[in-house]
């Protein structure tokens, strides 16, 4: 069976075509790239990453870097492809809407890496890339010649960043990594869920994008790392370690303080108020961080005897009486229409705002300011030929303004 379909990568510049074949491996045909305009310029652009990655810790993180300018060339398994393909519906033609979430910016080629040939192929191509990143139970590509200290022979330069679920060594480091129940595992389900209902998983898998975003910024730092030494590394990322760190104060809580967790719905352990508020058409999340701010919002709820009452001078006594005080605050915001309580906390300097549904994040006036949202043509054969999607890397680069 042959190893990989032979495919023509474009570099982004298109000046630039890489012949990938299971005999030759890659091979560039024309080689003049010219330097982009620097008014136009990606920190990453001319790094090129080797991305064995599937479903969404790994694509994540190579999703940001090819934000960032990187070529990525993104390996799946000949027929299937990644596993994330058929995870639907909602499906844009034969692909799922959650790949499409996560894999733009990417040249996709198949690999059949059980294969002899294949190995040699996945070598060759190491060999001309910056960043190798792999996300499978460790000791298995060790097994197919594909490890670190395999690459690194071949790629000394390599930036190489394994993604697992619960690390390298240890009892369960022979475990797939899968972000439910690595969440429960690490914490986060205990500490997720109504104050006296059962633990839930987070809307959104926080494990595997915490962990994207940790691998990411370690490939960043290994960049960086390579550029002062000369020399490539193999750097760790795992669901457990990456989730068990972004546990940071309810952690320290139980490690210092001796306080075990618990879970508070939409509240918060140690600030009163701190939630949301049920309104007579919605929800409100509104917080007083320090006590002028308990003070405002006792004056724009109407409840000035609540100022001077000495159980809520402070945000500690707060913590102490919080049942009480939020009952008086729930029945209150619950009179009064969601937007009636937007227009008077407007301008208050409260922390405020409202629990939006999926229409009315993408309506938010805010939202639609930031233009976090891009469009792309779509190639395959649908109804429609353009979708949108959450745009590129969202905290935005900015260089100095150049005068005429």
């Given at each position: 069976?042959?190893?990989?379909?032979?495919?023509?990568?474009?570099?982004?510049?298109?000046?630039?075509?890489?012949?990938?074949?299971?005999?030759?491996?890659?091979?560039r045909?024309?080689?003049?790239c010219?330097?982009?305009?620097?008014?136009?310029?990606?920190?990453?652009?001319?790094?090129?990453?080797?991305?064995?990655t599937?479903?969404?810790?790994?694509?994540?993180?190579?999703?940001?870097?090819?934000?960032?300018?990187?070529?990525v060339?993104?390996?799946?398994?000949?027929?299937?492809g990644?596993?994330?393909?058929?995870?639907?519906?909602?499906?844009?033609?034969?692909e799922?809407?959650?790949?499409?979430?996560?894999?733009?910016?990417?040249?996709?080629?198949?690999?059949?890496?059980?294969?002899?040939?294949?190995?040699?192929?996945?070598?060759?191509?190491?060999?001309?890339?910056?960043?190798?990143?792999?996300?499978?139970?460790?000791?298995?590509?060790?097994?197919?010649?594909?490890?670190?200290?395999?690459i690194?022979?071949?790629?000394?330069?390599?930036?190489?960043?394994?993604?697992?679920g619960?690390?390298?060594?240890?009892?369960?480091?022979?475990?797939?990594?899968?972000?439910?129940?690595a969440?429960?595992?690490?914490?986060l389900?205990?500490?997720?869920?109504?104050?006296?209902?059962?633990?839930?998983?987070?809307?959104v898998?926080?494990?595997?994008?915490?962990?994207?975003?940790?691998?990411?910024?370690?490939i960043?730092?290994?960049?960086?790392?390579?550029?002062k030494t000369?020399?490539?590394?193999h750097?760790?990322c795992?669901?457990?370690?990456?989730?068990?760190?972004c546990?940071?104060?309810?952690?320290?809580?139980y490690?210092?303080g001796?306080k075990?967790?618990?879970?508070?719905?939409t509240?918060?352990?140690?600030?009163?108020p701190?939630q949301a508020f049920?309104?007579?058409?919605?929800?409100l999340?509104v917080?007083?961080?320090?006590?002028?701010?308990?003070?405002?919002?006792?004056?724009?709820?109407?409840?000035?005897?609540?100022?001077?009452?000495?159980?809520?001078?402070?945000n500690?006594?707060?913590?102490?009486?919080?049942?009480?005080l939020?009952?008086?605050?729930?029945a209150r915001?619950?009179?009064?229409?969601?937007?009636?309580?937007?227009c008077?906390?407007?301008g208050?300097?409260?922390?405020?705002?409202?629990?939006?549904?999926?229409?009315?994040?993408?309506?938010?006036?805010?939202?639609?300011c930031?233009?976090?949202?891009?469009?792309?043509?779509?190639?395959?054969s649908?109804?429609?030929?353009?979708?949108?999607?959450?745009?590129?890397?969202?905290?935005?680069?900015?260089?100095?303004?150049?005068?005429?």
């Open positions: 069976m042959l190893a990989v379909r032979v495919v023509y990568l474009r570099c982004w510049q298109r000046s630039c075509v890489w012949r990938i074949s299971p005999s030759r491996g890659p091979r045909f024309r080689s003049s010219p330097r982009p305009d620097t008014d136009n310029v990606k920190p990453l652009d001319g790094v090129k990453i080797l991305d064995l599937r479903v969404l810790a790994g694509p994540f993180a190579t999703m940001n870097l090819g934000d960032l300018g990187a070529e060339i993104k390996v799946e398994r000949p027929g299937a990644d596993d994330t393909r058929s995870w639907g519906p909602p499906f844009v033609g034969s799922s809407t959650y790949f499409l979430s996560v894999n733009r910016n990417k040249k996709s080629i198949a690999v059949n890496i059980k294969d002899p040939k294949g190995v040699q192929i996945i070598r060759k191509l190491a060999a001309v890339c910056d960043v190798f990143v792999e996300n499978y139970v460790p000791g298995k590509l060790l097994e197919m010649g594909l490890g670190y200290e395999d690194s022979q071949v790629a000394p330069h390599i930036v190489y960043c394994s993604i697992t619960y690390g390298q060594t240890g009892p369960l480091s022979d475990r797939a990594g899968y972000d439910a129940v969440s429960a595992v690490s914490g389900m205990h500490i997720t869920g109504p104050e006296d209902g059962d633990p839930v998983r987070p809307g898998a926080m494990t595997d994008l915490a962990t994207g975003l940790y691998s990411y910024g370690a960043m730092a290994g960049l960086l790392q390579r550029y000369g020399r490539g590394l750097i760790d795992n669901l457990l370690s990456s989730q068990v760190a546990l940071t104060q309810v952690a320290v809580n490690l210092i001796g075990e967790a618990k879970r508070w719905g509240a918060h352990g140690s600030i009163v701190y049920r309104t007579k058409d919605g929800y999340v917080g007083a961080g320090n006590e002028q701010q308990f003070v405002t919002i006792c004056k724009i709820l109407n409840l000035p005897t609540l100022i001077n009452d000495s159980r809520y001078k402070t500690y006594l707060r913590v102490q009486n919080r049942r009480e939020i009952t008086t605050l729930s915001f619950a009179e009064e229409m969601t937007g009636t309580w937007l008077l906390f407007e208050s300097g409260i922390p405020y705002g409202p629990i939006n549904s999926m229409r009315e994040v993408f309506a938010e006036p805010q939202v639609c930031i233009e976090p949202l891009d469009t792309i043509c779509n190639v395959q649908v109804p429609w030929n353009q979708w949108q999607y959450i745009g590129n890397f969202p905290c935005l680069l900015r260089g100095p303004v150049h005068s005429a």
